[in-house]
């Protein structure tokens, strides 16, 4: 169990962001979720994405949010999610728009998992800002947008 104290910092924070970035690109960054509901707890027990046993605790002065950095390392990060993420699920219309699909989620480091013939993006931000990225292949027919859920 990785035994995690206070709140390093904010993953918004620009100096923070490229080095989260950085470390995301490299495989190494991690994510526990967290229900809203708990976001007043000091300790918590949770599991990141990656399968690391989290034990979690803050000072009364620091408040756990979204974007909490809990750990941060040379070669690791954790951060904090709060809520169930989000997904947007696509449909590519053949093998040639999957190929261009999966081209453009690789390239963009989306989340992803796979439901079938469906492609669900995790989201990390409003999907407004993913939709516009694959504006030319939604535009075109290549990719069914099947909503978010």
């Known amino acids: 169990m990785l035994r995690l104290h206070g709140i390093v910092g904010r993953a918004d924070d620009a100096e923070l962001h490229q080095r989260l970035h950085a470390l995301e690109h490299a ?22 994405d ?26 690791r990060a954790i951060v904090l999610r709060v809520g169930v993420a989000k997904a947007w ?10 190929l261009q699909l999966g081209w453009h989620a690789g390239n963009l480091h989306w989340r992803v998992r796979f439901d079938g013939d469906m492609l669900l993006v995790l989201l990390d931000g409003p999907l407004a800002e993913y939709r516009a990225r694959l504006a030319a292949l ?7 947008d099947g909503g978010d859920g």
């Open 89 to 98: 699920r696509l449909r590519a219309r053949d093998a040639g728009a999957a």
């Open 50 to 75: 990656k399968g690391t046993d989290c034990a979690i605790s803050v000072d009364r002065a620091e408040d756990l949010s979204e974007g909490a950095v809990l750990l941060l390392e040379p070669g």
């Open 138 to 144: 939604l535009d075109a027919g290549l990719v069914e």
């Open 27 to 48: 495989g190494a960054l991690e994510r526990v979720t967290m229900e809203e509901a708990d976001l007043g707890r000091r300790r918590i027990r949770l599991t990141s």
